[in-house]
C-alpha cells in the first residue's frame, strides 16, 4: 500500500516536471517572440518620431564664414559648405554623431534573404538590450558611419532576428536606416569565432558592418561572424551637428574591441543577475498551480470542477509565463 502510494506520489512528480520543462522551451522557442516583439513595437515608433523630427526640423550647423578681402573697401563674401548628397559610385559615409544613450532606438536593419524587414536596432548588447532586438555594440561607429559598426541578434530566441544568418553569402544586401540617412551594405565573407574573440568587432579603416550571432542553433559555444562592406546610399545622409566631447564614440580600435566584446558576450551568453525575483514568481506560480488543483478536487460536479482547471490553468499559464521570463536570462545561455 505504502509502495502504491510513493509510486503514485513520484509519477504525479516527474509528470509535473516534464510538464514545466516543455512549457519552459515552448516559451524559450515562441514565448521570448511575444516579449520581442512589443518592445519592437515600443523602439519603433520612439524611432519613427525621432525620424519625422530630423525631417520636419533638421540640426543646423554653425560654420564659421570665410572672408576674402581684394582690397581697400571691398566686401566680404560669406561661403559656407554643406555635407555632399554622395552622387556617384562611391559611397557616402555620415558624420560622427553623438552615442545614442543605451536601450535607445539606433535604426531599422533590412536583410532581404533572411526574412528581416525594419528591425529596430538597440543601442546596447547586454541581456536585456538583445531580448528587444538587434544590439548595436556601444563603442563601434553607428551604422553609416566610417568604421566597423557592430550588431548582435539572437538567433533562436527573442524573436530569432538572426535565425537565418547562416545562409548569408557574398553578395547579399544589408540595408540600415539611421536618423543620418540609408545605407547598403554588400556581404563580402562569414566565419565563426570563439565567444571570446572580440578582434571581429574592432575598428577596421574599411567602412564595413559585422553581424554576430551565437552558433550553431540552439547552442552558444561559438559565434557565427558575418561581414559586409558599404556600397551605396539610398537617400543622402543630412548634415548633422559634430559629436561633442564625451558624447563621441570612443577613438582607439583596441577599446572599442574591449567594451563591445565584452558586453556582446555578456548579452548572448546570458547574465549572472539576481535570482531573487525569479524565485519570487516560482512561488506565486506554484500558489496558483497548486491552488488550482485543490479547489478543483473540492468540486463534486464534473462540469464545476473542469470549470476551475479552465480558470485556474489560464492563471498558472499567466504566473508561469512571468517566472520562465524571470528565469530566461539567468542562464548560462538564451541563445
Not at 524611432?47 to 543646423?60: D, V
Not at 581697400?72 to 559615409?93: F, I, K, L, N, Q
Request: net charge neutral; glycine share 14%.
Amino acid at each position: 500500500m505504502r509502495r502504491g502510494l510513493v509510486t503514485g506520489v513520484l509519477g504525479r512528480f516527474l509528470l509535473g516536471a516534464g510538464t514545466l520543462i516543455l512549457l519552459f522551451v515552448a516559451y524559450q522557442l515562441w514565448g521570448t517572440g511575444i516579449a520581442e516583439s512589443h518592445s519592437q513595437d515600443v523602439l519603433r515608433q520612439r524611432f519613427e518620431a525621432e525620424l519625422h523630427a530630423a525631417h520636419t526640423h533638421p540640426p543646423r550647423t554653425t560654420v564659421p564664414p570665410s572672408t576674402s578681402t581684394t582690397g581697400p573697401g571691398s566686401s566680404s563674401s560669406t561661403s559656407v559648405t554643406t555635407s555632399s548628397s554622395g552622387a556617384g559610385d562611391e559611397p557616402t559615409v555620415g558624420p560622427t554623431t553623438r552615442a545614442p544613450g543605451e536601450g535607445s532606438p539606433v535604426g531599422f536593419l533590412t536583410i532581404p534573404k533572411v526574412g528581416l524587414r525594419n528591425a529596430v536596432i538597440i543601442e546596447g548588447t547586454g541581456t536585456d538590450d538583445l531580448r528587444q532586438g538587434p544590439g548595436h555594440y556601444v563603442g563601434t561607429p553607428l551604422p553609416g558611419e566610417a568604421g566597423n559598426a557592430a550588431i548582435a541578434g539572437h538567433r533562436t530566441t527573442y524573436g530569432a532576428p538572426f535565425y537565418d544568418l547562416d545562409r548569408l553569402g557574398r553578395g547579399d544586401p544589408v540595408y540600415v536606416q539611421t536618423i543620418q540617412g540609408s545605407f547598403t551594405y554588400t556581404v563580402s565573407s562569414s566565419q565563426v569565432v570563439s565567444p571570446s574573440d572580440s578582434a571581429v568587432v574592432s575598428d577596421t579603416k574599411d567602412n564595413e558592418l559585422t553581424l554576430t550571432t551565437c552558433n550553431p542553433r540552439f547552442s552558444a559555444s561559438t559565434r557565427l561572424i558575418v561581414h559586409a562592406v558599404l556600397s551605396g546610399n539610398e537617400q543622402p545622409a543630412p548634415t548633422l551637428p559634430p559629436a561633442q566631447a564625451g558624447g563621441a564614440h570612443p577613438a582607439g580600435g583596441a577599446h572599442r574591441a574591449s567594451a563591445a566584446g565584452s558586453a556582446g558576450a555578456a548579452g548572448l551568453a546570458g547574465s549572472q543577475g539576481d535570482w531573487a525575483p525569479a524565485l519570487e514568481l516560482g512561488v506565486v506560480a506554484a500558489v496558483v498551480i497548486t491552488a488550482t488543483f485543490v479547489v478543483a478536487r473540492g468540486r463534486r460536479r464534473r462540469v464545476r470542477r473542469w470549470g476551475v482547471y479552465a480558470v485556474g490553468g489560464v492563471a498558472s499559464l499567466a504566473a508561469l509565463f512571468f517566472f520562465f521570463g524571470a528565469v530566461s536570462p539567468l542562464l548560462p545561455a538564451s541563445f
